[in-house]
């Protein structure tokens, strides 16, 4: 089976204090620690897995500049096969449809089965796995936390629905699936790991050789622009309930009544 892996380059809030930038148009970029996103680091574990289960090659991919590299290569020693960097300076300002737009490119130069993002990034859209399903016609799910391959065209998916209910589909590849988060337990990639792809040749692609239209990438092609960032403003601090579990739910029952949420 080849399973395509989108992943991002992003902050790692673990390691940052992130603050906006003098002018509120972005978060204030200078001296960050990054780190592959979380959902994508997801993705590229179930791929490995089935991999291992059925055979195949997990390829990654990321839209990004130089220093994107080190995500494809992070991913690649966790086991990934190959990494794939779609860097040009006409990619810069991309909004959702024009990342979505670059990786299709990029899919249509190979024969995947599966293509697999995380469920979400850094700006918390949620809409890249969708949108690349569609613009490849392929089937979609998204939200996905248990995946099993039934045969070479079919597989079962769970889905995490409202609720906390779970929800199991059929679905024929090829297909595109965004990943959530606990559908498996991430490897530890390790310092021989780094060290052993530290040297493989990693291809870039760039506008010219996806043959992307300039109208759907980069700022110019953008039709969602970031406006503002800005912190919200403080407000009082919570009302903890004391007490037992019955006595709490009749003093919460209290206090929306006296706020008018109930009558």
């Known amino acids: 089976m080849e399973i395509l892996v989108c992943v991002k380059r992003v902050p790692d809030t673990a390691e940052n204090e992130i603050e906006i930038n003098s ?42 500049d130089d220093e994107s590299e080190e995500v494809l290569r992070r991913e690649m020693a966790m086991g990934a096969d190959k990494g794939i960097l779609l860097s040009d300076g006409a990619f810069e300002g991309s909004d959702g449809f024009g990342i979505a737009s670059i990786l299709k490119a990029a899919a249509g130069k190979g024969n995947y089965d599966l293509i697999l993002t995380g469920a979400q990034a850094d700006d918390g859209a949620a809409q890249i796995g969708g949108m690349l399903a569609a ?11 248990s995946i099993e391959v039934v045969d070479d065209k079919t597989m079962k998916i769970g889905r995490e629905i409202e609720g906390g209910n ?13 990943i959530q988060t606990g559908i498996n337990e991430p490897r530890y990639v390790g310092i021989r790991g780094i060290r052993k792809v530290a040297s493989v040749d990693i291809p870039v692609h760039g506008a010219a050789d996806l043959a992307v239209d300039a109208s759907a990438a980069g700022s110019a092609g953008a039709k969602v622009k970031r406006l503002d960032y800005f ?4 407000g009082e601090g919570a009302e903890m309930l004391e007490g037992g579990m019955e006595e709490k739910i009749d003093k919460l029952v209290e206090l929306l009544k006296a706020k008018g949420g109930l009558k």
Not at 135 to 145: H, I
Not at 169 to 177: D, G
Not at 231 to 234: A, D, Q
């Open 23 to 64: 002018d509120g148009t972005d978060i204030d970029r200078d001296d960050l620690v990054y780190s592959v996103n979380e959902w994508d680091n997801y993705a590229v574990e179930e791929a490995i897995q089935i991999r291992d289960k059925v055979g195949g090659t997990v390829t990654v991919v990321t839209v990004g």
């Open 135 to 145: 613009m490849l016609d392929r089937p979609y799910a998204s939200l996905v936390n």
């Open 166 to 178: 779970q929800e199991m589909s059929e679905i024929q590849m090829p297909c595109v699936l965004s």
């Open 231 to 234: 912190v919200p403003e403080l």
